[in-house]
């Protein structure tokens, strides 16, 4: 099994979530969301390849992969002993954009959530 290890920046993003849940639904509810969350990543231990390969979604040349749950993209890579989470963006973010530079959202998603 592989460890996981979140970048400063996730861990940062996570602590901002759980801030912005806390207010929203309470700290129960909040640390409910971040254990789904966080247990879902966790598996990726044991089932590194159980995300999405960026490459052969998009065609581009990169190593990285992305496991989406609870509304948020958590990018990975994928190493000898671990797995690193090296970011996070929600769904509402156009992760290939920020990324890669290439415009990752349809014209559906762009309609539903604006620009």
């Known amino acids: 099994m592989k ?3 979140y970048s400063r920046l996730v861990q940062r993003k996570l ?3 759980k801030t912005e ?5 309470g700290e129960q509810k909040s640390k409910e969301i971040l ?4 247990d879902r990543v966790e598996m ?3 089932h590194e390849k159980s995300g999405i390969c960026i490459s052969r979604m998009y065609d581009i040349d990169t190593d990285y992969w992305y496991l989406f749950t609870n509304h948020n993209y958590f990018i ?6 671990k797995v690193i989470i090296v970011q996070m963006f ?3 973010e156009d992760y290939m954009m920020k990324l890669f530079g290439i415009s990752g959202r349809t014209q559906e998603s762009i309609d539903y959530w604006g620009d």
Request: glycine share 8%.
């Open 3 to 5: 460890r996981i290890e």
């Open 90 to 92: 929600n769904e509402r």
């Open 21 to 25: 849940l806390t207010g929203k639904y």
């Open 44 to 46: 990726l231990g044991q």
């Open 35 to 38: 254990t789904a969350m966080t």
């Open 15 to 17: 602590l901002k979530l």
């Open 76 to 81: 990975y890579r994928i190493e000898a002993e």
